[in-house]
């Protein structure tokens, strides 16, 4: 769709907005299809970061094919007559439903669908080379009917790519991105257990202090015990969430794929 632009469209309503954009729910006139639509202005030098994080979603985002990732559709950048830059404007699919960090407790059974098919959606990621970096439940929109979706590539990096500065979500961040700024198929894997933890326990983990090394007794605990906190959830999803947490990253699950596959047991099990 990208190769005519974006063009024309009206505006139907406002969905959200986040750090420096708008997200609207719009009417595009070419095909009369609904979409959304992400702004940010380009007017200040402190708006040029979220410019370049739109840039990069519409990257990102034109690597990915999976139901369960948001389709990113066109990127453009709108200019004054003076060519000066003054919006940037990222058309996606249009996302039924609500972030999961807005919804009341899920049953355990969709919970565990919505964790297998974010661990699908993950595994694709990582089969193209791409790490989220930024998985959390305000990143997953959630709807009965039509599942889950990963939304949000704004953080995102290709494999052996690196960052000047710690990006994320310091609740969900593993501890080698807050100390070092590492994003690897691994702390992706770390940002779903917590995402997990949270959704199963109601609670978050503390925030990651950036750009200081934790000690592997400091990380345990920070950690409650999900059993603790959630005593109706199954032991082998309480395994699944420490073991993603583990502040070792080679002793995570050794792949998104993987835990997709201890999920989707854990839900065959549930019934």
């Excluded at 992400?38 to 519409?58: G, I, M, P």
Aim: hydrophobic share 40%.
């Amino acid at each position: 769709m990208s190769h005519f632009g974006i063009g024309e469209l009206t505006v139907l309503s406002e969905l959200g907005s986040g750090a420096g954009s708008r997200v609207f729910h719009v009417r595009r006139w070419a095909d009369g299809a609904e979409y959304a639509l992400k702004v940010v202005s380009c007017d200040r030098r402190a708006d040029r970061r979220y410019t370049e994080q739109l840039r990069n979603e519409y990257r990102i985002g034109s690597m990915l094919d999976h139901p369960n990732l948001t389709k990113v559709l066109a990127f453009e950048l709108r200019r004054d007559w003076l060519f000066r830059p003054r919006t940037a404007r990222l058309l996606t699919e249009l996302v039924p439903g609500q972030a999961l960090s807005r919804l009341p407790a899920l049953p355990l059974g969709q919970a565990l669908r919505v964790f297998e098919r974010t661990a699908a959606a993950l595994a694709h990621m990582h089969s193209r080379g791409v790490f989220h970096a930024d998985l959390k439940p305000d990143n997953l929109v959630y709807d009965r009917a039509a599942g889950v979706k990963v939304i949000d590539y704004g953080l995102a990096r290709v494999a052996g790519e690196r960052s000047a500065r710690v990006q994320g979500t310091p609740q969900y961040m593993a501890p080698e991105t807050a100390a070092t700024r590492i994003v690897t198929a691994r702390t992706d894997i770390y940002n779903l257990g917590a995402t997990m933890y949270h959704v199963v326990t109601r609670s978050a983990l503390a925030p990651m202090v950036l750009g200081i090394p934790l000690t592997p007794r400091a990380h345990a605990a920070r950690i409650k015990p999900v059993a603790t906190l959630a005593p109706d959830a199954p032991q082998g999803l309480c395994d699944l969430i420490h073991r993603c947490l583990d502040h070792n990253p080679d002793h995570r699950p050794d792949s998104a794929g993987a835990v997709r596959g201890a999920l989707a047991r854990l839900a065959r099990a549930t019934g």
